[in-house]
């Protein structure tokens, strides 16, 4: 129903910046069904992550080991949600996975991105 696009991942020095980017796409009816996107990150061996999400309505939440340094942001008009990476350092190195969440009544589904590989060498 919901496709996602990532685009932006790729390697960086420690203490450089990256933007990422997700685009939905999918019929009107699911994009508008769309209640918040979200970056989750995956490093080897380890669980996925919430990184940082959005709602509709604008709310932010953030993992406190990016707080300050990881901005996310919406573009509704567009469908796009992205994710400002400052600052970044070795341990940000993952697998990061654009998150779409549908609500419909009381149900609840997520579709996700291919996900973009990051890296931040020392």
């Known amino acids: 129903q919901v496709q996602l696009v990532e685009s932006g991942g790729g390697l960086v020095q420690a203490g450089g910046s990256l933007r990422l980017s997700c685009a939905a796409s999918?019929?009107?009816?699911?994009?508008?069904?769309?209640?918040?996107m979200g970056w989750y990150r995956q490093a080897p061996g380890k669980q996925r992550d919430l990184v940082a999400a959005?709602?509709?309505?604008?709310?932010?939440e953030y993992a406190d080991s990016v707080k300050g340094r990881f901005t996310i942001s919406r573009d509704n008009a567009k469908n796009t949600v992205y994710l400002q990476m400052n600052s970044l350092k070795p341990e940000d190195t993952a697998v990061y996975y654009c998150?779409?969440?549908?609500?419909?009544?009381?149900?609840?589904?997520?579709?996700w991105g291919q996900g973009t590989q990051v890296t931040v060498s020392s």
């Open positions: 959005i709602t509709r309505g604008s709310t932010t």
């Open positions: 998150d779409a969440r549908l609500a419909r009544g009381t149900l609840i589904n997520d579709y």
């Open positions: 999918g019929n009107i009816f699911s994009i508008n069904a769309i209640n918040a």
